[in-house]
Antibody
Framework: EVQLVESGGGLVKPGGSLRLSCSAS????????MNWVRQAPGKGLEWVST????????SYAASVRGRFTIYRGYAENSLYLQMNNLRAEDTAIYYC????????????WGQGTLVTVSS | DIQMTQSPSTLSASVGDRVTITCRAS??????LAWYHQKPGKAPTLLIY???TLESGVPSRFSGSGSGTEFTLTITSLQPDDFATYYC?????????FGQGTKLEIK
């Protein structure tokens, strides 16, 4: 069974940093592109970032480009999101999601981790 | 970036009804469109990809159609479990985008 478990969320002050983790199991992690998607409280879904199988290509939403970095750890089957210079508008549940065959759509999701940016 | 617009934003219906949700893209995305639903407090679940291909395990009362810039999700014979929020998502470009969502409520 595919499992994605996010961690690392919490309360951080504006301008601060946080690193999110997503532990993957039940599938060959190194064979799938991976993504972060977020959802602000009471709002819709927003794609944040994608990393390819070999990590040679990374893409970001304009709202986070230059502040967030996606990377993956193959030995530990984990996906990460380093978030710097956080803003109030980054407050959201962050989901880790698996890309189906590099197709661009998301066939498995984690349960999410909440990031709150507030002073 | 490609913008995705869903309509309506809210839809009231009854068990057994047939409903349709529309998603429009700001430019052609061929058939690179997926549909998800999400229940409160839960992660989204994939329903349809490539505009009309039903994900494994999804009931056949769900169907998708369209190409280019206009797409529809149809649910025939609504079941109690179907009341949720529905999102479309384009993957024509590497900058993926979601529609703003359609909340399907019980009338």
């Amino acid at each position: 069974e595919v499992q994605l478990v996010e961690s690392g969320g919490g309360l951080v002050k504006p301008g601060g940093s946080l690193r999110l983790s997503c532990s993957a199991s039940g599938f060959s992690f190194r064979s799938y592109d991976m993504n972060w998607v977020r959802q602000a409280p009471g709002k819709g879904l927003e794609w944040v970032s994608t990393i390819t199988v070999s990590s040679n290509s990374k893409s970001y939403a304009a709202s986070v480009r230059g502040r967030f970095t996606i990377y993956r750890g193959y030995a530990e089957n984990s996906l990460y999101l380093q978030m710097n210079n956080l803003r109030a508008e980054d407050t959201a549940i962050y989901y880790c999601a698996r890309d189906r065959d590099s197709g661009g759509y998301f066939d498995s999701w984690g349960q999410g981790t909440l990031v709150t940016v507030s002073s | 970036d490609i913008q995705m617009t869903q309509s309506p934003s809210t839809l009231s219906a009854s068990v057994g009804d047939r409903v349709t949700i529309t998603c429009r893209a700001s430019q052609s995305i061929s058939n690179w469109l997926a549909w998800y639903h999400q229940k409160p407090g839960k992660a989204p679940t994939l329903l349809i990809y490539e505009a009309s291909t039903l994900e494994s395990g999804v009931p056949s009362r769900f169907s998708g159609s369209g190409s280019g810039t206009e797409f529809t999700l149809t649910i025939t014979s609504l079941q109690p479990d179907d009341f949720a929020t529905y999102y479309c998502q384009q993957y024509n470009s590497y900058s993926r985008t979601f529609g703003q969502g359609t909340k399907l409520e019980i009338k």
